[in-house]
C-alpha cells in the first residue's frame, strides 16, 4: 500500500464510493422491475376491460327471432373490430423491430375505410371510434336491446382500456433519465479501474486478489444488465412480455365468446330435490358433462344446519306478531274509527302520562293508568298490584301527548279547571319490558 500510495484513508473514500455506486444500482434495478411489472399488469388490463366489454355486448343482443341475422351480423363485425383494437394497441408498445402480431381476418370491411386505418397517426384510437360508432348504431335499431345506464358500462370499459394504453406507452416513449444512467455508467467504469489496485494493495495472494476482483466488478455489472434487461419489457428478448402470445390468447377467447353455446344460456332441468346440493373434489380439465355428475364417483351430501329455538321464545314471537298485525290491520282501524265516532270525546291527557296496556292472558281487569302518582303506593293492595303488574308483559305504550280536545266540545260559558304542577308528574309506576 505504501508503495502504491494507498492509505487508510484512500481505502475509507473508496468505501464510500462503492456505497454511492451501490445505492445507485440497487435503485435503477428497482426501477426497471417496476417498469416492467407494471407493463404486464396494464396490458392485462387493458385485455380484461376490452373483452368485458366484448363480453357485455354479446349477452346485451337482442334474442328475438326476427332479429337473429342482425344480431350475427353485429357479432361478426364487432369481434373482428376488436381483434384489430388489441393487435392496434400492442403495436404502439411493442419496441420489436417488426410488429407481427395474430390478427381475425377482416373479410367484409370495404377497403377504402382499412386504406384510411393504415395512413392514421393512432390507428388504436380510430378502431376504438368504431367500436362505440356501431354500438350506437346498434343500439338504435334494436339489435343490443338493453337500458342505457346499463350500456353505458360498455363506454367505460372501453375508456379504461384506452386509459390503461396510454400509461403503457409511457414506459416506452419514457426510458430512464440519460443523466442517472450515465452516471452509473461511468462510476462502473471507475471501480473497474480502481477495484484491481485496492484488491492487489491490500490482499497478500495474488489469486485471492484476482478472484474478489472479478466478483465484485462481475457483480456489479450483472445488476447493471439485469435492469437494461428489464427496462423495456415490450421488445422480443426472452425476459420480455409474450405480446404475440397475448393477441393469440385474446383471439382465442373472442372467437369462443361468439359461438352459439357460449352466447346462450346453457339448459337446465331442475332436480326433484332441490336440496341435494352434493359435492365432491374433482379434475376441472375432465369431462365435466361426466364427472361433474352425481352418477360419476362419491359425493359427499350437504345438510342444512338446524337451529333449535325453545318453545317459549316462539310463544313469545307468535304473541307479539299477532299483537302487532291487529294493531296495523285494516278492519282493526275501521273499528278504531268507529269507536271513536261514537264514544264521546276524553278529556286532555296531562303531558307526560303513560299509557301501559297489557297483552298477556291474565285477569280480565287490568286498570289503565290515567293520571300521575306522586308516590309510590306502600300498602299490601298496592303491592300486590305491583307484583301483578311485574308478572305481565307490558308490549304496547301510546304516545305521551294525545291530541287535544276540539275547542267546540267545551261551552264558552265555562272555564277549564286549573291544573297543578303534580298532575304535569309522570307516574312513579313500574314497568317490565
Same mark, same amino acid.
Given at each position: 500500500m505504501d508503495e502504491l500510495g494507498i492509505g487508510d484513508v484512500a481505502a475509507s473514500v473508496f468505501g464510500g464510493f462503492n456505497f454511492i455506486l451501490g445505492f445507485l444500482m440497487v435503485f435503477r434495478c428497482q426501477q426497471a422491475y417496476s417498469r416492467w411489472w407494471e407493463g404486464g399488469t396494464l396490458l392485462q388490463q387493458v385485455r380484461g376491460e376490452w373483452?368485458?366489454?366484448?363480453?357485455?355486448?354479446?349477452?346485451?343482443?337482442?334474442?328475438?327471432?326476427?332479429?337473429?341475422?342482425?344480431?350475427?351480423?353485429?357479432?361478426?363485425?364487432?369481434?373482428?373490430?376488436?381483434?384489430?383494437?388489441?393487435?392496434?394497441?400492442?403495436?404502439?408498445?411493442?419496441?420489436?423491430?417488426?410488429?407481427?402480431?395474430e390478427l381475425i381476418n377482416l373479410d367484409g370491411f370495404d377497403a377504402q375505410s382499412l386504406? /384510411?386505418?393504415?395512413?392514421?397517426?393512432?390507428?388504436?384510437?380510430?378502431?376504438?371510434?368504431?367500436?362505440?360508432?356501431?354500438?350506437?348504431?346498434?343500439?338504435?335499431?334494436?339489435?343490443?336491446?338493453?337500458?342505457?345506464?346499463?350500456?353505458?358500462?360498455?363506454?367505460?370499459?372501453?375508456?379504461?382500456?384506452?386509459?390503461?394504453?396510454?400509461?403503457?406507452?409511457?414506459?416506452?416513449?419514457?426510458?430512464?433519465? /440519460?443523466?442517472?444512467?450515465?452516471?452509473?455508467?461511468?462510476m462502473l467504469i471507475v471501480h473497474a479501474i480502481f477495484t484491481p489496485l485496492i484488491c492487489a494493495a491490500t490482499l497478500h495472494s495474488p489469486?485471492?486478489?484476482?478472484?474478489?476482483?472479478?466478483?465484485?466488478?462481475?457483480?456489479?455489472?450483472?445488476v447493471l444488465y439485469i435492469a437494461l434487461e428489464l427496462e423495456m419489457p415490450f421488445g422480443y428478448d426472452p425476459n420480455d412480455l409474450p405480446l404475440q402470445k397475448m393477441a393469440e390468447d385474446l383471439n382465442k377467447s373472442l372467437r369462443t365468446l361468439i359461438h352459439p353455446l357460449a352466447s346462450s344460456v346453457p339448459g337446465f332441468t331442475c332436480p326433484e330435490d332441490p336440496m341435494a346440493l352434493q359435492a365432491k373434489v374433482l379434475d376441472f380439465d375432465s369431462d365435466l358433462s361426466e364427472t361433474g355428475c352425481s352418477a360419476y364417483?362419491?359425493?359427499?351430501?350437504?345438510?342444512?344446519?338446524?337451529?333449535?329455538?325453545?318453545?317459549?321464545?316462539?310463544?313469545?314471537?307468535?304473541?307479539?306478531?299477532?299483537?302487532?298485525?291487529?294493531?296495523?290491520?285494516?278492519?282493526?282501524a275501521k273499528v278504531?274509527?268507529?269507536?271513536?265516532?261514537?264514544?264521546?270525546?276524553?278529556s286532555p291527557t296531562p303531558t307526560g302520562v303513560v299509557k301501559v296496556q297489557n297483552v298477556r292472558e291474565g285477569p280480565?281487569?287490568?286498570?289503565?293508568?290515567?293520571?300521575?302518582?306522586p308516590d309510590r303506593p306502600t300498602d299490601g293492595a298496592a303491592t300486590s298490584q305491583s307484583d301483578s303488574q311485574a308478572n305481565s308483559l307490558p308490549i304496547l305504550i301510546e304516545s305521551a301527548n294525545p291530541p287535544r280536545a276540539p275547542e267546540a266540545t267545551?261551552?264558552?260559558?265555562?272555564?277549564?279547571?286549573?291544573r297543578t304542577p303534580e298532575d304535569f308528574q309522570p307516574p312513579n309506576v313500574p314497568y317490565n319490558f
Open positions: 373483452f368485458n366489454a366484448f363480453s357485455s355486448l354479446v349477452a346485451f343482443s337482442n334474442a328475438a327471432p326476427e332479429k337473429t341475422h342482425d344480431v350475427e351480423a353485429f357479432q361478426q363485425q364487432l369481434v373482428r373490430l376488436f381483434s384489430l383494437l388489441y393487435g392496434c394497441a400492442l403495436t404502439q408498445v411493442s419496441s420489436m423491430n417488426g410488429n407481427y402480431f386504406s /384510411f386505418l393504415g395512413t392514421c397517426h393512432d390507428k388504436c384510437e380510430v378502431t376504438l371510434q368504431w367500436i362505440q360508432r356501431i354500438i350506437v348504431e346498434a343500439e338504435q335499431k334494436a339489435i343490443v336491446k338493453i337500458a342505457p345506464p346499463i350500456l353505458s358500462r360498455v363506454y367505460n370499459e372501453l375508456g379504461n382500456g384506452i386509459v390503461n394504453l396510454n400509461n403503457a406507452r409511457k414506459i416506452r416513449e419514457f426510458p430512464m433519465p /440519460f443523466p442517472l444512467a450515465q452516471m452509473i455508467m461511468v489469486v485471492w486478489a484476482a478472484l474478489l476482483t472479478f466478483v465484485v466488478i462481475f457483480s456489479f455489472w450483472s364417483g362419491v359425493w359427499v351430501p350437504w345438510k342444512p344446519a338446524i337451529i333449535n329455538v325453545p318453545h317459549c321464545s316462539l310463544k313469545g314471537i307468535s304473541m307479539v306478531s299477532e299483537v302487532i298485525t291487529d294493531a296495523f290491520s285494516p278492519s282493526a278504531s274509527a268507529g269507536r271513536n265516532a261514537s264514544e264521546p270525546v276524553p280480565p281487569s287490568q286498570p289503565e293508568i290515567h293520571k300521575s302518582a267545551h261551552s264558552p260559558g265555562k272555564s277549564m279547571p286549573q
